[in-house]
């Protein structure tokens, strides 16, 4: 969403503030049946899906993370759609429950290695941290992912599991930490911070040598 488009901009502040009051009404006011449900299920997309597509607008703006947001924007476009089809419709297929999943993680990742590459880089080690993040974050969403396709497991079948939930819970905490270290060490003042590219005139041919005593 171009930042000078001031109408759509608008617009989505008026749907937010619609679907929030909404879905706060609906869950203190309302009563518990399948309509009220609905309700607050959509605007519960809304806002959440919105909140993954803004993220990765936003980090989007920059020329080089370009790819980046628009894939952001098409997996959380892509989850709210199926989600709606299936809340609305009453549509309880699998297959469409699982692709609406694997769209929201990966939404949920892109918002979040978004997040991580809007802010400017002041040094490398706050570098390193956000390649590990960056790293951590995309392992841990295709061990999730990969979960999907897996059948359920029952209570018999948790021990064979254990090393795969001991490998996302680590992920998991490695993500975290990485994403901590990433504003922290950006405030760190070092020595030899990130230098910026500078493009200097090129000496005209035939120009004389300036760099040595005239006599």
Known sequence: MNQ???SLIKAAIAITIIAGVAGALSAIGGSIDPSTGKIYATCFMIIFFGITGTLSMVAGN??????????????????FLLFSIMLIGENGSEILLKIAFILSIAAIALAHISLLFHITIQNKYAGFARIAATVAISLFSLFIIVQVFEPMPSLYMMGPNQTMIKTIT???LVDLAATLLVPLCNRLHVESP????????EEQPGSPDTSLPIE
Do not use: C, D, H
């Open 4 to 6: 000078n488009n001031q």
């Open 62 to 79: 920059k020329p080089e993370n370009k790819l980046l947001g628009l894939a952001g924007i098409a997996a959380s476009i892509g989850a």
């Open 170 to 172: 680590a992920l998991l």
């Open 194 to 201: 990130i230098e910026q590219l500078e493009f200097t005139p």
